[in-house]
């Protein structure tokens, strides 16, 4: 029997009870997809992460049988880029784009990183209270800190994410989506197409000087993957900002800490991103070629779905999954980034803007706390990435 896939949330900071239930039952379930498809859904960690690596699993979405959900990268034009390509074409693209989100690139952007979250948390103290954590600090900080490495001005914001927010959302038709992905590609044409002539220090000014000029990669090539980066990287990392602020806020110890001076360790942060999970619909592939996965066969042509969100809460990889442990020595082995030739390319800037963000904002405003309880209303609904659509809060 095919299951309804994604399941509700009855719990908005667990994955909902349905894939533990799966995950017991076998190592592939049936479901259907709010677009009709059928497909596998993969909740095992042992199998998550060893079929993330598997080159016979393919992340190209225009192959027949890919398990299409709507998602922002399966929208055309953002479907054309290195994040829905495989093998020698995915490695082309990504080693152009790789050596910006390095642990050196991110080491030498730290101390941007620091500044702008000063820069919020302190704009945040002067503004009214209550304030809305999401709009007043997660956004404008992950936003900044995207801008400032690919090179965007900021003053382009309120488009872009009104346009990322419109490419995630399920509840918008493929058309809608289309245009923003239009839209989204034509506010940085422009940009680019400068940075070729007055090239300065960052991503979009090495991709055209680099790349483009020396016919590596094309000015369209050179777009798509921009506009990708900035959508995914501002919006995923604000999900994390704000649902990371609620977790550190509910626990008064680690509050104290961090608004003492404390520091977010690397531990600390890793415990964070696999608790949220934020890439709630999972990852989807479709197979090339007959696959085994615990006695059963995905065969080839049938879409799959790997559970981020599952794996991650797995109880045989993570000893009382369901509870945020900051000290959890495994931590690390967490999939929230994906694994494998498709681990996120900006995984390390995340962890550097999660480190600096959330302590600053405590150091910054010791006396946080939710202004009203978090309940269910408060969190994204059909989207792409978990998060909170508004986190009000006072100090």
């Known amino acids: 029997m095919l299951r309804p896939y994604p399941a509700p949330r009855t719990e908005p900071l667990r994955p909902p009870p349905q894939y533990a239930r799966w995950r017991e039952e076998g190592p592939l379930t049936p479901v259907v997809l709010p677009s009709g498809v059928a497909a596998w859904l993969v909740t095992r960690y042992e199998d998550v992460r060893r079929l993330l ?11 027949e049988g890919y398990p299409r959900f709507g998602a922002a990268v399966e929208t055309e034009p953002l479907n054309r880029t290195f994040i829905g390509s495989d093998g020698p074409a995915h490695a082309r693209l990504r080693r152009m784009i790789a050596a910006e989100f390095s642990v050196a690139a991110v080491r030498r952007t730290r101390p941007t990183i620091d500044a702008i979250a000063d820069g919020c948390a302190d704009r945040m103290g002067r503004g009214p209270r209550p304030a809305d954590l999401v709009g007043a600090y997660a956004l404008p900080v992950s936003s900044r800190v995207i801008c400032h490495v690919l090179g965007v001005p900021y003053d382009l914001h309120e488009r872009f994410e ?90 008064e110890r680690e509050r104290r800490r961090l608004a003492a001076g404390g520091e977010l360790d690397r531990t600390a942060v890793d415990e964070l991103l696999r608790f949220h999970s934020i890439i709630q619909l999972g990852v989807a592939r479709v197979a090339t070629a007959d696959v085994a996965v615990g006695g059963r066969v995905i065969r080839s042509g049938e879409g799959v779905v790997l559970s981020l969100p599952a794996a991650n809460h797995d109880p045989a990889r993570f000893a009382g999954p369901d509870a945020l442990d900051l000290r959890r020595d495994n931590a690390h082995q967490h999939v929230a980034f994906g694994f494998g030739a498709h681990h996120c390319v900006g995984h390390l800037l995340a962890r550097e803007t999660l480190a600096s963000a959330l302590p600053r904002l405590l150091r910054r405003l010791p006396g946080l706390r939710p202004a009203v309880p978090v309940t269910g209303r408060h969190f994204k609904e059909s989207m792409d990435f978990h998060g909170l659509r508004t986190f009000p809060v006072t100090w």
């Open 53 to 63: 690596r598997d080159p016979r699993l393919s992340s190209d979405s225009a192959r």
């Open 162 to 251: 009104h346009l990322t927010e419109v490419l995630t959302d399920g509840r918008r038709d493929d058309e809608e989506k289309r245009r923003a992905g239009v839209a989204i590609t034509d506010l940085l044409r422009d940009l680019v197409r400068d940075r070729a002539t007055n090239p300065r220090d960052d991503l979009v000014s090495r991709l055209m000087t680099e790349h483009v000029a020396t016919g590596g990669l094309t000015e369209r090539e050179a777009v798509d993957n921009v506009a990708l980066l900035l959508g995914a990287g501002h919006d995923t990392s604000a999900s994390m900002l704000a649902l990371g602020a609620l977790s550190l806020l509910g626990d």
